[in-house]
């Protein structure tokens, strides 16, 4: 999957288990911690693909990571999340 840098950059996640680290600078974003998920379909046997992201915010600096999730974590969004 791909994500967006603040400064325009693409980041590409590789497989799971690995974190892909990319460093840029950011204006009018409070320092801080933010996290979230991004899950899009996928032709895969899950069906799903989803990277998880942490956003470290310090004095107009920003170190994003990014890590896919593991095929149990798919599963386990999967049943956590159908429809009644």
């Known amino acids: 999957m791909i994500y967006t840098a603040p400064d325009g950059h693409i980041i590409e996640s590789l497989p799971y288990p690995e974190v892909v680290i990319y460093d840029c600078k950011c204006e009018e974003i409070v320092d801080g911690i933010y996290t979230s998920i991004e899950t899009t379909g996928a032709a895969t046997e899950i069906g799903i693909q989803q990277i998880k992201i942490k956003r470290k ?24 999340n159908k429809l009644i």
């Open 57 to 80: 915010v310090d004095n107009n600096n920003m170190t994003i990571e990014i890590v896919m999730s593991s095929d149990k974590e798919l599963i386990e969004y999967q049943n956590n």
